[in-house]
């Protein structure tokens, strides 16, 4: 006798076969079928808004200790549009994301002849492909193994979401179910041992050469390995760098940190860049803005090897490289590591001499108000209240995104999770949903911006009903600060919608949080570490943090353009952050750079 099933059962028993115990979602008509089969398969996160649906699955993937996963469910028509954001994001960072979404009747489908026939009927697929590693539409029943390709698609070489759209019609049929056996997952490309080792010989003479080694570790290096390899780094006092999505690759506290490097990075990171001799990028495809504006100034004093597993971005141009190596880069940082067998006494003095006078936050930015909190200074201490078993928020973008980039020092064992790229507000909130709901005994620290806040501040709701041990630190300047100082510069201070008296309006926060149960901590220079403050923070329930600045601050260091000789305007590179040093420091601080 054949087994029969409804289809979106057998749909939903495949993701949970393959390891997904999490579904967030909107509900709504066309996904009535796969939302009641994913109801008593897996713990289902009810979001306010698709978006954040995707984010929230996107950062519990990436949060993850135990290769549990989460996907986004949403309905036909505006229920895939609003997640378009989400998804886009996803595929900058080069993060794998199942999306599955809803769609009208195969009968109503216009198929392109009209705009619309079916109910919220649109083109998912179309919307989709462009941002997708793969974007399918399901018409007719698909068996498990078609399925699990799909979904694999997204795991294998260069990460990336996956979307699925299936027909209301399609998700209610009773199907006979096939015993099929269970098939190998595809695996992640992978560089032989033969190709490693030739790799290797190319890398080591350029290593024997080498005064002034920097390795650097990007986002697509695999944490487990990086931490594993940490003891061994440590002990043959490996130069270390970290990239934004890869900042958590490397403890803070490790002497031979080179830090953050970055267009936005940190000073003392740009300025070793900047005079390495030899730059070994692991995982990291070199964008514009590791690189800077002015990419041609790059490691201009360095030897660059870059390793990244999509062959287009080792062609796109810049920077220039020696030795371009198409190759999964978590293959061969252990050997890499394994060979390593130097010791440059005067770089390793200069590395520490560096920290020692340039890694603080910068006196310029002491310019606040009265009763207004410095941000930089508040960041840095901010990380002696954090511990190792942490998972770091540090939104996506804006002065709160630079300040925690420039400031924070991370723990080893701490998970810093962002989307840089794509640098959307109002990341945040459902990013730290998914890091909480992916590490439930685990604390969550959120550092948001108000006005990237405001952007998704409906998913309140959804920390509330679930507990979640989630502080969030609101950085309250009343409105878009980095727009506002972008505004002062470019246009003698003609603003417009960054703040109350430019036409932006938000919330008074207090109060907001308040309709959620929250009482709202202010902070202020004189509370923002007392004992009410360490009491909140180490409670297990939802605690916000309101910390005031001042509305006209501006973030500092910073690369700014000038005028070249011909008269172009051009980007400063790196280590030409503003303000400049002084002629004492340029001299003690850039012996490399002419």
Same mark, same amino acid.
């Given at each position: ?8 059962? =057998? ?32 713990? %289902?996160?009810? *979001? ?10 996107? =950062?519990? +993937? ?100 996956? /979307? ?14 096939? +015993? ?18 030739? /790799? ?21 290096? #695999? ?34 940190? %080179?830090?953050?490097? #970055? ?7 740009? $300025? ?25 100034? /790059? ?66 930015? *002491? ?27 540090? %939104? ?24 840089? +790229? ?33 952007? *998704? ?19 309250? +300047? ?19 919608? %960054? ?16 309709? =959620? ?5 202010? $902070? ?71």
């Amino acid at each position: 006798m054949t087994n029969l099933m409804k289809y979106s059962d =057998y749909f939903m028993d495949i993701l949970k076969e393959q390891g997904y115990t999490h579904c967030f979602f909107v509900p709504g008509g066309n996904v009535m079928h796969l939302l009641e089969s994913a109801r008593t398969r897996f713990q %289902c996160i009810s *979001n306010v808004h698709e978006v954040s649906s995707v984010i929230g699955a996107e =950062y519990f +993937n990436e949060a993850s200790r135990d290769n549990s996963q989460a996907f986004a469910l949403v309905t036909a028509g505006p229920g895939i549009t609003n997640t378009i954001t989400g998804i886009a994001s996803s595929w900058l960072e080069s993060r794998h994301v199942l999306i599955v979404g809803g769609q009208a009747k195969v009968s109503d489908l216009s198929d392109g002849s009209v705009r619309q026939i079916g109910h919220q009927e649109i083109g998912g697929v179309s919307l989709t492909s462009s941002i997708t590693k793969v974007s399918r539409q399901i018409k007719l029943p698909i068996p498990k193994n078609q399925i699990i390709a799909i979904i694999d698609e997204g795991r294998i070489g260069r990460p990336g979401p996956v /979307f699925i759209e299936m027909c209301l019609d399609v998700s209610a049929l009773i199907v006979p179910v096939i +015993n099929e056996t269970q098939i190998n997952k595809l695996s992640n490309l992978t560089t032989s041992a033969k190709e490693i080792e030739n /790799f290797m010989q190319e890398i080591n003479e350029l290593l024997t050469k080498s005064e002034r080694p920097l390795i650097l570790l990007g986002g697509g290096l #695999n944490r487990e390995l990086v931490h594993s390899l940490s003891s061994e780094i440590f002990r043959k006092k490996i130069p270390i760098a970290a990239t934004f999505n890869g900042a958590d690759r490397a403890p803070y506290d490790y002497a031979y940190f %080179c830090g953050r490097p #970055n267009w936005y990075g940190m000073r003392w990171a740009n $300025l070793l860049i900047q005079q390495c001799d030899l730059l070994i990028t692991l995982g990291t495809r070199l964008g514009i803005q590791q690189t800077g504006f002015n990419w041609e100034e /790059f490691a201009a004093n360095a030897k660059v090897v870059q390793v990244d597993i999509d062959e287009n971005e080792l062609r796109k141009g810049f920077p220039q490289t020696e030795l371009a190596i198409k190759a999964n880069a978590n293959d061969l940082l252990p050997r890499l590591i394994e060979s390593y067998n130097l010791e440059p006494k005067e770089w390793l003095s200069f590395i520490e001499d560096i920290r020692e006078g340039l890694d603080n936050p910068e006196k310029h930015n *002491n310019r606040s108000g009265e009763g207004f909190i410095e941000l930089q200074s508040f960041l840095y201490d901010l990380s002696d209240f954090s511990s190792a078993s942490d998972v770091i928020i540090p %939104c996506s973008s804006g002065g709160s995104f630079t300040g925690m980039m420039q400031m924070f020092r991370n723990k080893l064992g701490q998970r810093i999770i962002t989307d840089s +790229n794509l640098a959307s507000m109002g990341y945040g909130l459902p990013g730290a949903i998914g890091a909480s709901l992916a590490n439930p005994t685990n604390r969550v620290i959120l550092v948001e911006g108000d006005g990237g806040f405001a952007q *998704n501040m409906q998913e309140m709701g959804t920390v509330v009903r679930n507990k979640l041990n989630l502080k969030i630190f609101l950085i309250d +300047n009343g409105g878009y600060g980095t727009i506002k100082n972008s505004q002062r510069a470019s246009f003698d201070g003609n603003f417009i919608g %960054c703040d109350s008296e430019s036409g932006l309006l938000l919330p008074k926060w207090e109060t907001f949080f308040l309709s =959620y149960g929250i009482h709202a901590f202010i $902070l202020t220079p004189d509370n923002k570490f007392t004992s009410d403050f360490e009491d909140k923070m180490k409670s297990d329930t939802p605690q916000v943090f309101i910390v005031k600045i001042d509305p006209n601050q501006e973030f500092y260091p910073k690369i700014v353009s000038r005028k070249n000789e011909n008269g172009k305007i051009v980007s400063n590179p790196l280590h030409l952050m503003n303000p400049p040093l002084s002629d004492t420091a340029t001299k003690m601080y850039m012996p490399w750079i002419n």
